[in-house]
């Protein structure tokens, strides 16, 4: 299998899955076995690419002329490598996950819901692999629009408003900014093809480098920078298995994927360093970083909701990616890079916690959790490996990517960028470590109204605690073994592993 | 045989026209519309093809050598605008059968398949002739046939929409005698070759210019340039399902067409554009009609009107492009001609079925229908997307070449514009889909209501899927576009 | 030329500005229908009266080298009648089945039965 055949299976196979998915919609546990084999021959197929990249390979496939001038084009680099991988990994996972969410809670529409799951883990693995501004557009609004059944699963005016905000926000942003930074990259030079170093160089300059940036990045409103953030605690509407895939995987990390992207393939480094106009992104990010950050905090203060203060947190995580992109260095790119990995496999396990929960007590509030870790031991360990990695503490991966940002920042010199990352860690740890200690060593309190439902409650049903058991363990795993993600975000920038 | 294509191209519908009338029978008028729409559109391929390889195409009406006689010529441009209405013509007939059998009485059947063949005639004629005289001819047999297709719709509003249609329809057509008339007098030539040869020395007459506002003026009627667009919304709304789907995705086409062959071919860009500042008006008129008519399409409450509305606006995206003046820009305009016909053929055919099963296109009877009618809103939504301009789609592709104009000529405000009705298309299309997938069907009928006939689905999943195919691989289209930008602004193949 | 030489022209303007103003000022449909006739009627002329070459005889081939009136405007107005009547014949019988449905020809009144309903 050559590894231009691997490519285009790798966005096929989930498509035929839809198919399939479709056609054996009346007989559920089919369905499910569709859905389980699917994943796990997409990750057969991306992984077979890993071994290549690191060789050097970068295998190209032109899918077909588009306008003349313009192909649809797949391209695989380290970067792409980095963000189908984690897709492609935890696509598995979180079907095992959703197989054991959507029974427990009896949810309809199930065939719907995996046939758009699929289609949009294409459209991510398109984002990943696309070779041109155009192609990366093109998937991009194509997951936006796969995730919108999604989000609006339920069918209630909740969903409905939920699902307003989601695509109100993400078309705005990407029709009139992303649309317009991409039709002006082609008018000025003449291609949309990423290239190393970049091809504004020569094209552009002053204040229009700064102008461009500025509708690249809040064009790609998935990477939810303030203020285009709020579509994300919009979103959190969604059944859980949704918000953790698509929410804390394949929505957010393509936004932070392209934005990264767009920094190194489409402005170069150089020209980003050479450009004072560009120095807004930082402050930008930063702010997102802390005010996100407090944003959580408070709602974990005020005991709400918890998959809102998830949410808040992913917009903080995100932000450090875009903020360490944003130091223009190879090193913090790389770290960048990695907390994808990181970020991906930690929040995906904070979520799938917040699901089980859900599963298995009907409990949403962040109030409502004292005690529950004896009763649902897995699934509240889990969720404290889950806050060690968005704190950034051993031995979880999210702390080696924050080491990298870090020896990114001390290269650039970046007192500030150090400092934000010092005060939200502080911060993360401050809305995390209550919540673990809340459910381990506080008493549970009696069901007000004596009503029982809380009572007799174990663990949630075995697949879900597979999953959330199999993303922890990869978080512990990431951060004793990061090579092959850590090579692959060394060879993104250039520099050797 | 394929030295007659071009007189044939007329020929077909207009022979079929009196046997439909003659046959009575409804069934029987229709398979004769459908032979000869197939017939159309296999010579208007046929015709593209000789064009795209072998460069302009004269044919001499009756053997009269121009100027003398009529000359049909076939460009690159007129050849994609043949292409564009017979694909239409072939594939609302199918469509036609049950829709026009559950909204036109039973009697009229066969007169309706006459009048719509003729309409047919009067498109590809316009389209086709080389002769500006036979260009009035032409639009005179469409308008005509096309009033009284109108006037069949249920509603006793379509009479008055038909009314108005005509009444301003025909002032369009007699400004437009009346400038052929004027550039007749200053080069008694009729020939639209020789007339571009001619009229440069004579241009600094009075008597030019003047022809050329008539032009202006009786063209933007025809093809409802804000604010000559008055009688298009009530005419659309309320003529038969199947009408709208042509008219909407034919005619205005056609009228563009027209004004991109007086304006580019027979006057020349630099008369045009240089001398008479068209695009001075032409300008302000399209940015104000794509902003204006996306606003009120908003509002709407019957479908069918929004959309009508919305044809308004997206005339205006094809003016915008034209007024350009750019390779660029009239790429842009001349593909949005293709990309509207098809995405709005589905819209509205989308709406067709829905009035077949519902009886009504209020946004109230819209409720519930993702449900009962899956194949039907699916349709509507993609070519609802296709309208908003989502990558993959063909309105992407006239949005990307749109912008990229507008952005050469360093219209910033205006490639803003275009992408804030694009968003204002977002919030329209929504209203319906929000409306078919999250409320309830009114009413408490169980599963009465079913999904359209397969006779009716498959054309429009037809144009649904044009509209994908085009918007993955634009190549074709956007080359022959290009192509034809070129050819009518004169830079070089 | 002077103005008179031009009679035919003054002619022209005058029943096309009639014909217009009638056609946007009535509100009575077959009122309507006679400005746009009016109005149509006006290019006939001023179609008719370019085809005048002065000194030229009627297009008929005669004996020697006469001079003839250009006969393709005339064939060409020959069309616009047909297609004018054709017009008026639609226009009319428009009329008619409005009658019947409205009741009335009158646009206001035809408005105003429209908003009740």
Redesign the interface.
Known sequence: MSPETSVVLAFAIPLAGAVLIAATGSLPNLREAVTLATGAALLFVVASLVPEVLAGARPSVDLVEWVPGIQLRFTVEPLGMIFAGVAALLWPVNSLYSIGYMRGNGESHQTRFYVFFAIAIAAAIGVAFAGNLLTLFVFYEALTLSTYPLVTHKGTEDAKRGGRAYLGILMTTSIGLLFFAIVWTWQATGTTEFTEGGILSGHLEGAQVGLLLFLFMFGIGKAAIMPVHRWLPAAMVAPTPVSALLHAVAVVKAGVFSVVKVLVYVFGFELLQAEPSTRWLLYAAGFTVIAASVVALRIALEQGNLKRMLAYSTISQLSYIVLSAAIFVPISAAGAGLHIVAHAFGKITLFFAAGSIYTAAHKTEIGQLKGIGRRMPWTMGAFAIGALSMIGLPPAGGFVSKWYILLGAFEADQFLVMGILVVSTLLNAAYFVPIVYMAFFMEEEAPIGGNGDSRGHGEAPLPIVMALSATAVLTVLLFFFPDVPLALAHAFTGGGP | MSAHLPVLQVLVPLLAAPLCAILRNGRAAWAVAMVASWTSLWIAIQLLTLVLANGTISYELGGWAAPWGIEYRIDTVNAFVLLIVSMIAAVVTPYALKSIEREVEASRVALFYAAFMLCLTGLLGITITGDVFNVFVFLEISSLSAYALIAIGQNRKALTAAYQYLIMGSVGATFIVIGIGMMYVMTGSLNMADLSVLLPQVSSSRTIPVAFAFLTVGISLKLALFPLHLWLPNAYTYAPSTVTVFIASTATKVAVYMLLRFFFTIFGPAFSFDVMQLDRVLLPLALVAIFSMSLVAIFQTNIKRMMAYSSVAQIGYMILGISMASVTGLTAGILHMFNHAMMKGALFMALGCVMYRVGSVHIDSMRGLGKRMPWTMAAFVMGGLSLIGVPLTVGFVSKWYLIQGALEKGWWPVAALVLLTSLMAVVYIWRVVEAAYFQEFPGDDDGELREAPLAMLVPTWALVLINLYFGIDASLTAGVAGAAARSLLGVGP | MSVLGLFNYWIFVFL?MVG?YI?ISRGN?VK?IIG?NI??TS?FI??IS?GKVTGGTAPILVEGDAVYSNPL?HV?IL??IV?GV??TA??LS??V??KE??GTIEEDE?QAE?LRS
């Open positions: 096309m217009f056609l449909l309507k746009l109005f149509q290019v001023l179609y370019m405007p060409l069309t616009a297609v054709a017009t639609l226009g428009l009329v089945r409005i449905a409205y035809i429209d």
